[in-house]
């Protein structure tokens, strides 16, 4: 009786192809912060295919992106003012004036445009990949070239530590050379090293 293959769709290269723990998050080259439960990237994208008279379902080759509102969530754990005047785009902090204030964080006005330096350049969500040569690990990341927290909310909780539910969503800097509004905001990229 002939022996029947294994149901499955596991191939040799499986374990170069699994992405291993948690990810981490940078700014360019530097640590953003220690996170805690994961986190979470989804591209968003909205997808519009061509309508005519008497098409009865989508059809293969008219379908295009109409929007990109990529996001990446995750909950942080730091907490200081440096921390925050990450989440509040636009925001300054001085010194304190008086009593026993050190430091104050000072919102933007809610009636200007944020400007594109206080956003954040270049947030990388990156993750290793299983590697079986023993010549050491790959990564794999999600860059937006400028992110901005659109949202976010501090909880404490007895017994345990502050945490920060943070999104970060993608903004299109068309600075960048080759960028166009038709771009989308952010990459996928294969790292030999990491940062």
């Known amino acids: 009786m002939a022996t029947q293959p294994p149901f499955n769709a596991y191939t040799a290269n499986m374990p170069n192809t699994i992405g291993l723990d ?10 953003l912060g220690v ?11 909205t997808f519009l295919n061509i309508a005519f008279d008497g098409k009865r379902a989508p059809i293969a080759g008219l379908d295009r992106v109409t929007k990109f509102e990529s996001e990446i969530t995750a909950k ?8 925050f005047l990450q989440y509040e785009a636009g925001s300054v902090s001085s010194s ?3 009593g026993n204030v050190i430091m104050i964080q000072t919102m933007q006005s809610a009636s200007q445009l944020i400007p594109v330096g206080s956003l954040l350049a270049n ?11 023993g010549s050491g690990f790959v990564y794999k990341q999600v860059r937006f070239y400028r992110a ?3 949202k976010y909310t501090a909880a404490w909780k007895d017994n345990g530590s502050m945490e920060i539910d943070a999104t970060f969503a993608a903004r299109l800097d068309l600075t960048v050379a080759g960028l166009t509004t038709d771009s989308a905001p952010y990459l996928i990229e294969d790292l030999s090293s990491f940062p």
């Open 22 to 31: 948690t990810a981490v998050f940078y700014i360019g080259a530097t640590p």
């Open 35 to 45: 996170t805690d439960g994961g986190q979470k990237f989804d591209p968003k994208k």
């Open 76 to 83: 942080f754990l730091q907490c200081d003012i440096s921390a």
């Open 96 to 98: 304190g004036s008086s």
């Open 123 to 133: 947030l990388r969500c990156a993750w290793k990949l299983g590697n079986t040569s």
């Open 148 to 150: 901005l927290v659109t």
